[in-house]
């Protein structure tokens, strides 16, 4: 059974999985105030730790929606191979009391940790992260970043802990 279920949290890249990986040098606090509705509307990509879910993607853009039932409609897009691709998943607030910490799902019921690491006052941009060392994300509002925001983002995720040297930048031609 434990193989299994190892094997499901590989499959499935879930964050909340154990990796073995000493994620104790990362400092991933959130955000402790965050206005969801704000957050609401459309981000660009501008770069990311790859995964096999974004392998080889570029333009990624991710909108969040919020529905009339109070859930979250999150929908990610960008291109492959020349080629749209976008899928379309789900996202919550479990804890009103830590409203940073999002979980996302894009298959059935498994949902991923989803760090509010820092935001922008005026929420034209983000840090996004997770409970581990394995995903990170800054977004934006815009397609680019002016440099000097761009080289703030990036130095406070180095003083964090994060390799910034592994980002892929989504938007470079």
Known sequence: MKNILILLC????????SSGSDDSKIDNRTVQTFDLNRFMGKWYEIARYDHRFEKGMTRVTATYTMLE????????????DGEYKDIKGKAKQPDANDPGKLKVSFFLWFYADYYVLDIDPDYRYVLIGSSSDKYLWIMSREETLPDDVLQSLLDQLRERGYDTSRLVFSYTD
Do not use: F, P, Q
């Not at 499959?11 to 909340?16: E, K, R, T, V, Y």
């Not at 039932?69 to 492959?80: C, F, Q, T, W």
């Open 10 to 17: 590989t499959l499935l890249g879930m964050s909340g999985c």
């Open 69 to 80: 039932d109070g859930r979250i409609e999150v929908l990610n897009a960008g291109y492959k």
